[in-house]
């Protein structure tokens, strides 16, 4: 029993104690004389009252209390039985209260309105009856609004719709369902949050948007020779001298120059919604839908790549080189049950790879293809320029150019100055003009000393 029960307890005792020694005073103070009531209070048939009151109000509650403290079944019996016994002596005395003449019964009767010429007393017996059903009504809900509760909680636990704690209530008989129900709602967040937590590891091996190239929402919804066709963008992404860098630096040292390289372009292919397809050791393979996010990105890693440099004087410097290509592409899933892998299959990803060695070739920053440049806006204000043709399947020769906007301001200032003469070399280079291509590079070359392009094409000529 709870200290606040037994204190209530008490407090009704004292006020029960109160109510016996006075109730004198109020039951003399009720006066009925020639069939009429009539009220004499004094002081203390008003304590009386009070005290009346007050052991009423204690005498609620230990009873409300006492109720919650049984079940379900007890809790009904002990609720309307009571009710329903003086509902049955108030609907005897009203249908027999005509065989009655005391004085108190005649008051009652002036009351009421019931004499032996009406049917006034069955008239209050119907109201009565009415009374009592709407009171044992009210009862029955509030006792059974924990089984409302539970029916709630029940229902939304089955559809997997964990939330707040739930409530019950109710007293004792609900609270070790209460009790299990939070339980199995803690087990289901945690569970929640589990696979929220295995959703984003996932996403880091496969990416969200490769799922949804597929029309899938899910991870699990991968299915091997699930494949579809696009027209996208791809980046490759490498560290050009990472293995005379690897021969200087301990394998952890090793490890955290690469890592280094990739925390700084990973960030920032995803703010430009791309997807990293795969690490390619000291290189990324990345995705993008559009063209111009992927221009963009290339740019913005080359600036961010020189800026690491700049502020990281203790490691190797970096010295990275971008490559894209735009073109159809499959997006597939290949594997079987026991290990999947989803991968890009296209001649345009091969493609990418060997404009990624020209640009290590000819030591440039930025290099893509003709396709690339089709699908690039014509409204956009950038430079670039041609860097000669590579063949492709053996069979096709594709334009492949240089972005020059990659490069610091003086140095682009100058290449796109003599960008007309530099392409006129290329042709003449390309056409196997070689001794034409060499005086004009030559040409270039002793105004642009950092053009390493050109002086690539400079000893390709002399040696041809």
């Given amino acids: 029993m709870r200290t606040s029960t037994k204190v209530f307890m008490i407090l009704f005792i004292i006020s029960l104690v109160g109510v016996?020694?006075?109730a004198s005073f109020f039951f003399s103070s009720i006066v009925i004389s020639d069939g009429r009531l009539s009220f004499n209070f004094n002081t203390m048939a008003y304590f009386a009252i009070g005290l009346m009151i007050i052991n009423s109000i204690f005498a609620t509650i230990l009873y409300i209390r006492f109720l919650k403290s049984q079940k379900l079944t007890l809790k009904l019996f002990f609720s309307v039985?009571?009710?329903?016994i003086f509902f049955a002596i108030l609907t005897y005395f009203l249908a027999t209260i005509n065989n009655y003449n005391n004085e108190t019964v005649t008051v009652v009767k002036q009351v009421l309105q019931i004499n032996a010429?009406?049917?006034?007393?069955y008239l209050w017996i119907i109201l009565l009856t009415l009374i009592y059903l709407l009171i044992v009504f009210i009862i029955f809900k509030i006792i059974t609004?924990?089984?409302?509760?539970l029916e709630q909680a029940i229902e939304r636990l089955s559809d997997g719709n964990v939330g707040d704690r739930i409530y019950i209530g109710g007293g004792n008989q609900f609270l070790?369902?209460?009790?299990?129900?939070n339980k199995i709602n803690d087990n289901y967040k945690k569970k929640e949050t589990i696979i929220k937590r295995t959703n984003l590891e996932y996403e880091k091996y496969i990416p969200k948007q490769f799922i949804k190239f597929l029309g899938k929402n899910s991870v699990l919804d991968l299915e091997i020779g699930s494949k579809v066709q696009k027209e996208v963008t791809t980046m490759f992404c490498d560290i050009r001298n990472s293995t005379q860098v690897s021969t200087t630096l301990s394998l952890e040292e090793n490890f955290n120059y690469i890592n280094a390289y990739l925390n700084v372009v990973s960030p920032i292919i995803r703010k430009y919604n791309g997807y990293i397809d795969k690490y390619l050791g000291d290189g990324i393979m990345a995705i993008f839908t559009r063209s111009r996010q992927a221009y963009d990105c290339a740019h913005a890693i080359i600036k961010a790549v020189q800026e690491k440099n700049l502020s990281n004087v203790s490691m190797p410097k970096l010295d990275v080189g971008v490559s894209l290509n735009t073109g159809d592409v499959v997006f597939g899933v290949v594997g079987d049950e026991t290990r999947k892998s989803i991968t890009v299959i296209s001649d345009s990803v091969n493609f990418t790879a060997k404009i990624g060695e020209v640009n290590k070739v000819f030591g440039s920053l930025i290099t893509f293809s003709k396709s690339t440049l089709n699908d690039l806006s014509s409204s956009m204000n950038f430079n670039y320029r041609y860097i000669g043709n590579l063949m492709f399947d053996?069979?096709?020769?594709i334009p492949i150019f240089e972005s020059l906007d990659a490069y610091p301001r003086a140095k682009r200032e100058k290449l796109i100055k003599y960008k007309i003469e530099f392409e006129q070399g290329v042709r003449a280079y390309v056409n196997g003009k070689f001794n034409q291509a060499k005086d004009i590079f030559e040409s270039v070359y002793k105004k642009e000393k950092d053009d390493k392009v050109c002086f690539v094409f400079y000893n390709k000529s002399i040696e041809k």
């Fill in 20 to 22: 016996v020694l006075t």
């Fill in 81 to 84: 039985v009571p009710l329903t």
């Fill in 117 to 121: 010429t009406n049917i006034n007393n």
């Fill in 145 to 149: 609004k924990p089984l409302k509760r």
């Fill in 176 to 181: 070790k369902m209460e009790y299990d129900l």
């Fill in 394 to 397: 053996n069979k096709e020769y």
